[in-house]
Every structure is written in structure tokens, then in C-alpha cells.
């Protein structure tokens, strides 16, 4: 279905927010597995929302970064950790499937639905056979999604006789023929099942390879670098605003501030004034993200920002993370050490925006520190991002 007017948007975020609700139900089985719960991955399929970048041809939208953020937004208002795996699925299929040649694009999108995962993080490593296929060893970490996903795109260093790294890229291989190291905790997202794949000279034909000699790839392209922190943050404040909206519900009830002479929690100006706050916070983190995403869409083909505009944009994903983390606190302070309860979501998401937020492209201080580089004409950047 194409995205082509408002209808059809508004229908795909009502899908999406119908989603929301039936991943929100096994939220919590979600966390205890560190995977998202079977229940959780069939109503993505169902809704047909894990092929939203998939080709038109396989039965997918190919759906732009603003499209991309909005339904990872309304996933997040369910489950962190589902919107996140949601998120760096579609985002992975985008950003692989182009490079790819046809024989390893009909693979990955023979089933448009099929979960991606993957990770540059790690000591890929890869020596090249005769005929031009790849064998590949290492271990990479913080593989999203792994245990449920189909396909992992990893990064690789093409090593020569001598053990020099020639060239750099990536790796499509199916996760089957990997093995999954379940050593990865986390305080938060802990239902994202980001483990690490361990690979012991496995095979990988040359058509599903895209590497380059070391030195000659550049800089990652906006729509790449920005796409990426967008995939990661999208999800994070749609989880702060689903708790938003939560707390709204403190105030039609009859929750009292313990120990007070109010009657009711609306009664407290500050009360009130606290849940303004928050609530302007989100609101503006999810103008800017959108604001990013559909900045990003509007480029046309190789066209790249300017470095102070792509610097920017960079500085306003990464206020808008600081304003979810920000808005949470505010929200905790609301529901009291009762916010902590083990049953009570509030905690949960509060764990899942704390560490989310935190992804290595919204790390504030070398954002500040390139942007400042930037706006003075100071020298380089010192983010590879």
C-alpha cells in the first residue's frame, strides 16, 4: 500500500497504535525473556509493519525516514524494546537492501516480513577464497534483535595474506549459520536480545558482499549516519510519550500526594505544573525527530546537507534524547517511590529510555563538541559519525 496522501497515513498509524497496544500485553514477558515475546513478533507480521522498507515489488512500502519514525514512535508507546528491534529492522533493510546486488536482495526480501539485525561493533574479520566468496570470523556485539531475527548485516575487515586489512564493509548471512552469545545484560532494553554473533570461518558468497579498499569509503552519508540515530531514538520517545499519556490518567482519578491535605492529585498547581512540563518536553522531542526524518527525506538523490546543517540536525536528535530522559524524571517524581514497583510499567520504560537514549550517535558531549567545531571553522570532527 502506498503512502500516498493523509489517509494512508492515517490508517498505517492506526495499524501501528493497534500494534502498540498488543506488544504493550506481553511488555513484561518481553523483558523476562530478553527477547521480544512470541506474541509481540506475530502481531508485527501480521500488521505487515516489520516489511514497512521492504521493496513495493515484495509486498513492502518502501518507506522513507519520516514514515519510519512515526510508526517506530507509536510502536515505542508499547514496548521499548519491540520498537527498538521494529525500528533497527526496517532501518537495517533501508540501508542494506540498496547496496546489495539481486541475488542477495530477492533473498533478504523474500520474505518482506523477515526480522534484520546488526552490528558494526565487534572484530569481524574476512579472508577472501579464489572465486571472490568471503570466509568470516569474529564476534559482534549489541546485535538487536538476533534471537528473533532472520538476517544479520555485519561489518567485516577483508584481511590479505599477510593478516593487513585491504578492505572494509559488510556481510549479509543468515542468523542460523551464526552462533548467538547470550552474555549481553543491560539495565534497560533488556527485551531487545542485543547479544552478540559469533562466527567461526563461515562462508558468505561474493554476491552477498559489499566491501571496498580501507580508506576509500568517507564519511557515511547523512541520510545514513542521521537515519541511524533516528532508528535508535524514534522509539525512545514514543516510549516517553506513551508514559505521558499514562500519567494524564493520575490526574482524572483519585490518586492523593501522600501525606498532603489534597483530596486529589490535580488539586497540586506544581502537580500540574510538573506534568506540563514533561509533556512539553516530548512533545517538542517528537517534533524535532519528525523534523529531522522528513528534512532527511526531502534531500534529493546524492544530495548531502551542510556540514552545519547536518551538525544541526545532529544537535537537535540529540536535545530531543536529552528531553525524553528529562521528562521521565519529571514523571517519576509524579508517581512517587510507587513509580519503582516491579509491576508498574512507569519503571520499566524508565530503565528503556535511560539506556536507549544513550546510543553511541546521541552521545551529547561529542555532539557538542563537533558542533562547536563546526560553527567556529575549529578543525575536523572528532565523531566518525
Known amino acids: 500500500m502506498p ?3 493523509f489517509n494512508d497515513l492515517a490508517d498505517l498509524l492506526h495499524k501501528a497504535g493497534k500494534v502498540a497496544a498488543e506488544i504493550f500485553a506481553s511488555a513484561a514477558e518481553t523483558e523476562k525473556l530478553g527477547r521480544p515475546a512470541p506474541a509481540a513478533v506475530a ?3 501480521q500488521s505487515g509493519l516489520l516489511a514497512l522498507t521492504a521493496p513495493r515489488s515484495s509486498g513492502g512500502l518502501e518507506a522513507g525516514l519520516g514514515l519510519q519514525a512515526r510508526v517506530a514512535l507509536e510502536l515505542g508507546k508499547g514496548c521499548p524494546s519491540v520498537g527498538w528491534v521494529a525500528s533497527l529492522s526496517n532501518a537495517a533493510k533501508a540501508m542494506v537492501g540498496p547496496m546489495l546486488g539481486p541475488t542477495a536482495q530477492v533473498a533478504l526480501f523474500e520474505d518482506p516480513q523477515a526480522i534484520a539485525c546488526a552490528s558494526g561493533v565487534g572484530t569481524g574479520k574476512a579472508v577472501r577464497e579464489d572465486n571472490g566468496d568471503l570466509r568470516i570470523s569474529g564476534r559482534w556485539r549489541m546485535a538487536s534483535g538476533c534471537d528473533v531475527a532472520t538476517w544479520a548485516s ?3 575487515s577483508v584481511l590479505d595474506e599477510s593478516g593487513r586489512p585491504v578492505e572494509a564493509g559488510i556481510v549479509l548471512t543468515r542468523v542460523k549459520d551464526l552462533e548467538i552469545d547470550r552474555s549481553w545484560r543491560s539495565a534497560g532494553l533488556q527485551g531487545t536480545g542485543s547479544y552478540a554473533l559469533v562466527a567461526e570461518d563461515i562462508l558468505v558468497h561474493s554476491a552477498f558482499s559489499v566491501v571496498g579498499p580501507v580508506g576509500h569509503q568517507g564519511p557515511p552519508p547523512a541520510v545514513v549516519s542521521l537515519g541511524a540515530i533516528i532508528a535508535h531514538l524514534a522509539p525512545m520517545v514514543g516510549a516517553a510519550l506513551g508514559q505521558v499519556e499514562a500519567a494524564r490518567n493520575l490526574f482524572s482519578g483519585d490518586r492523593v500526594p501522600s501525606r498532603t491535605t489534597y483530596a486529589r492529585l490535580v488539586e497540586s498547581p506544581l502537580a500540574r505544573d510538573y506534568f506540563a512540563r514533561a ?11 519528525l523534523a529531522v526524518a522528513d528534512a532527511l527525506d526531502s534531500l534529493g538523490p546524492g544530495q548531502e546537507p551542510s556540514a552545519e546543517l547536518r551538525s544541526t540536525w545532529r544537535m537537535d536528535l540529540v536535545s530531543a534524547a536529552g528531553s525524553c ?3 521521565m524524571e519529571y514523571l517519576l517524581d509524579l508517581h512517587g517511590a510507587a513509580g ?3 509491576q508498574e510499567p512507569l519503571q520499566r520504560v524508565w530503565r528503556d529510555v535511560a539506556v536507549g537514549t544513550r546510543y553511541v550517535g546521541l552521545n551529547p558531549y561529542i555532539a557538542a563538541e563537533d558542533h562547536a567545531r563546526v560553527l567556529l571553522n575549529a578543525g575536523p570532527a572528532v565523531s566518525t559519525l
Open 3 to 5: 503512502i500516498d496522501d
Open 43 to 45: 502481531a508485527l507480521q
Open 154 to 156: 555485519l561489518v567485516v
Open 279 to 289: 509533556e512539553r518536553m516530548v512533545r517538542a522531542a517528537e517534533r524535532d525527530t
Open 325 to 327: 530522559r528529562s521528562a
Open 340 to 342: 519503582f514497583d516491579p
